[in-house]
């Protein structure tokens, strides 16, 4: 059996047993969650959830949600149940792949959907099956991604993505590919003026509205430590829904 450990986050709000090497929840999971404009008894997707990060921490942040999470690997899937149970959390974890679009389907319709897709087509992949699997596109891409969520989604419902900033554009594409306007772009700076280096996304299928591109979210001050606005997300709760 894979080495695991058990972490923290959002100040303790989620306990989390991830493997102790390879692909490790980190800021993405947690700004991804506080991104996702869910309300009480809304049903959330969250496809390759890994071993739960993201939907543990959106659980924790609205009480009630109902959470259907998708995922390739057994393990991380075993995971992601025990983590749920653990957390007391509302939520399924099947097992299954993002190319079964029917399987989409069945588990929709949902109010709103989230992914930490894997995001780089080419370039020179991590070590381990599983890190590999999480950043390197090795079968579906980022559009068939996209595309499976947004067929589980109810009409109107929004559709949420963390990326590099390099893949914002690929991103956008394939939102509108498969039917999601209304684009709000929040780019996400390591310290103030400098370059994004991560994005978050969020669409809504079927939307109408003018793309917004907002201000930057700052996560560091200049000597290393977080932000006020940082703080509150990763240690205590905060939403960014609101972006």
Not at 68 to 80: G, K, V
Request: aromatic share 4%; charged share 20%.
């Amino acid at each position: 059996m894979t080495e695991t450990t058990e972490d923290t986050l959002l100040g303790g709000r989620v306990r989390l047993r991830q493997p102790a090497v390879g692909f490790r929840a980190g800021l993405d999971a947690v700004l991804l969650a506080a991104f996702v404009p869910a309300r009480p008894g809304e049903r959330v997707l969250e496809a390759g959830c890994g071993t739960g990060a993201a939907f543990l921490c959106l659980a924790a942040r609205v009480p009630g949600v109902q959470v259907a999470a998708l995922e390739r690997e057994p393990a991380m899937a075993t995971l992601a149940r025990a983590n749920a149970a653990t957390n007391g959390a509302d939520a399924t974890v099947t097992e299954g792949d993002v190319a079964d679009t029917a399987l989409a389907r069945r588990l929709g319709a949902v109010d709103h959907a989230l992914a930490n897709p894997p995001y780089w087509p080419g370039g020179t992949a991590p070590p381990g099956a599983v890190r590999r699997a999480a950043t390197h596109e090795s079968g579906p891409g980022l559009a068939d991604w996209i595309g499976f969520l947004a067929a589980a989604l109810r009409d109107r419902g929004t559709l949420n993505l963390v990326l590099p900033a390099a893949r914002f554009d690929a991103g956008i594409a394939a939102l509108r590919q498969a039917g999601c306007g209304s684009v709000v772009l929040l780019p996400v700076a390591p310290r103030a003026g400098q370059a994004a280096k991560r994005v978050l996304i969020r669409a809504h299928k079927a939307g109408r509205a003018p793309a917004r591109l907002l201000p930057p979210f700052v996560l560091h001050e200049a000597d290393g430590a977080f932000t006020a606005a940082a703080d509150s997300i990763l240690r205590h709760a905060a939403s960014l829904a609101a972006a």
